[in-house]
């Protein structure tokens, strides 16, 4: 049974910094894509960045190059999304997602089959 938890999220003033947190538990498999997710209201589910298990190199939507970073932590089975100069577009529920292992882990929505409930952003 596949669990994904995510916090970290809240509401901060454009300029600012969150950084979201996604602990993992109940999958088997060594190697897997690890990504960050995010839904306004109103719009579909876009992806944001993701990150192979196996250090591999990390992949982003060109809205938050330069401003978001996705790490993990192995020993922790936790995925992080490090938000800086954050701006009232990046408001979103902001999901965590686990998939098959690939070469390069992109942030599409098909290649993950495992979700979190979400945590809520707010950029004012």
């Known amino acids: 049974h596949v669990q994904l938890v995510e916090s970290g999220g809240g509401s901060v003033q454009a300029g600012g910094s969150l950084r979201l947190s996604c602990v993992a538990s109940?999958?088997?498999?060594?190697?897997?894509?690890m990504g960050w997710f995010r839904q306004a209201p109103g719009k579909e589910r876009e992806g944001v960045a993701g990150i192979g298990t196996d250090a591999g190199s990390a992949h982003y939507a060109d809205s938050v190059k330069g401003r978001f970073t996705i790490s993990q932590d192995s020993a922790k089975n936790t995925l992080y999304l490090q938000m800086n100069n954050l701006n009232p577009e990046d408001t979103a529920m902001y999901y965590c997602?686990?998939?098959?292992?690939?070469?390069?882990?992109?942030?599409?929505?098909?290649?993950?089959?495992?979700w979190g409930q979400g945590t809520q952003v707010t950029v004012s």
């Open positions: 997602a686990l998939g098959s292992y690939s070469r390069a882990c992109l942030p599409i929505r098909a290649r993950f089959g495992y």
């Open positions: 109940g999958y088997t498999a060594s190697s897997y894509c």
